[in-house]
């Protein structure tokens, strides 16, 4: 009885909202991270360190500063950055990045520990030529993964373990299967192994396994459902005594897709959350094909894909918002003039991806969120489930 009635005053309290007779609260003008804590939820963003620091973009920083209780390094903790050099580590960037969210009051979500792209070529071609042996491999990747998490230890709350270990059905072959380099050199037990060596150092971060396309189940069946791979992945870890505490689900989406709605998604998040594990939508955004009428400023071509994108964006966190377990919502960058998209999606042209646009002003998109965590409440969206990190 005495938890049920400090949980209901716990949720009572988290939605009061101070207002006096002169100066009504207008929830509107609250930022998204605000609004977030109303739900335990954390309102996150990548963050281009090269951004940041520009002199020229006070807008920029502004905006992570106050609209975002989470950060995440966009670049700057991947391998190549840390370690471009044998044996020296810079690390400049992504300290600057910790420090700036300590200053700011954020959490830090560590973006990536092991990942098949962007490692440092001194790696790559040592495994290709032979300098490198299997055995050599293995530690480094031990040595790598300590020697970052024992940096950070207890300044990052969740990190991005394994990020991308599986294929898709458009591969070949089809049927999914553990892709990329470490499978490739090491075999499938490296997940096991990342995981048990972050733990070691660092025993209260959130240790996730990360990637796309699984925001909602399919077919069910492992061999071209991804979701469902990822799932029976999970469960295995678990019966190992594996420490994986969490799945991220990247969310990058595109308007030309069918997509899913947020029921099919919460149902996802909710048979993760079954296993004990938590959940977090780690990379948000919604791009759009810029066809020559887009490009021209035609509003018949660029207001639907809007449209579709705030809605593509909103389906997530409500979903999000509707599963305790799930305990994060970061966008991959906020604002299009900083976007990954139309570097990496050109053929054809994609972009319109974030919720502001190139100018910092907020769309449609950003609106739609701030909504879905102003309207949702009790009785069916409750405050997040406190994890413990599995040991």
């Known amino acids: 009885m005495t938890v049920g009635v400090v949980a209901f005053a716990t949720a009572a309290a988290l939605n009061t909202v101070p207002a006096t007779a002169g100066k009504p609260y207008d929830p ?13 939820l954390q309102i996150g963003t990548a963050v281009d360190m090269a951004a940041l620091n520009d002199a020229s973009e006070p807008q920029y920083r502004k905006i992570v500063a106050t609209e975002f209780s989470s950060v995440t390094a966009e670049n700057v903790m991947k391998w190549e950055s840390l370690e471009p050099t044998r044996g020296n580590y810079n690390w400049g960037p992504a ?9 700011n009051r954020q959490s830090v979500r560590g973006h990536v ?18 300098s490198i042996s299997r055995q050599e491999l293995r530690e480094l990747l031990r040595k790598h993964i300590t020697t970052v998490v024992s940096r950070y230890q207890g300044k990052i709350s969740q990190w991005d373990v394994i990020n991308e270990a599986v294929s898709d059905p458009w591969d070949n072959p089809p049927t999914l299967h553990y892709k990329g380099f470490w499978a490739q050199h090491l075999g499938p037990d490296y997940i096991a192994d990342a995981f048990r060596w972050a733990r070691a150092a660092d025993p209260k971060a ?9 925001e909602a189940f399919g077919s069910g069946d492992p061999a071209d459902d991804k979701t469902q ?22 969310g990058h989406l595109g308007t030309q897709y069918g997509n899913y709605d947020t029921l099919q998604v919460a149902a996802a998040l909710k048979k993760f959350g079954a296993l004990g594990l938590v ?27 809007l449209q579709a994108s705030a809605a593509n964006f909103s389906v997530l966190l409500k979903a999000c918002l509707a599963v305790r377990s799930c305990l994060s919502y970061t966008v991959w960058g906020f604002s299009d003039k900083y976007s990954w998209v139309p570097s990496w999606f050109n053929d054809p042209p994609e972009g319109l991806a974030t919720i502001y646009d190139e100018n910092f002003q907020p769309k449609r998109a950003y609106y739609e969120i701030k909504s879905d965590l102003i309207f949702a409440g009790p009785p069916y969206v409750l405050p997040r489930i406190a994890p413990k990190p599995r040991r």
């Open 95 to 103: 300290d600057q990045l910790v420090d700036f969210a300590k200053r």
């Open 279 to 305: 959940t977090a939508f780690t990379e948000v955004d919604v791009r759009s094909q810029l066809t020559e009428a887009v490009q021209a400023g035609d509003e018949a071509e660029i207001n639907p894909r």
């Open 229 to 250: 791979f990822v799932y029976d992945m999970a469960k295995r870890l678990l019966a190992q005594r594996v420490p994986i505490d969490g799945i991220g689900s990247q």
């Open 206 to 214: 959130l240790l996730f396994y990360n990637d796309y396309n699984i």
């Open 28 to 40: 509107t003008t609250q930022s998204l991270a605000k609004l977030g804590l109303r739900h335990g």
């Open 113 to 130: 520990l092991v990942w098949q792209n962007q490692l440092p070529t001194w790696l790559t071609s040592g495994v290709a030529d032979g």
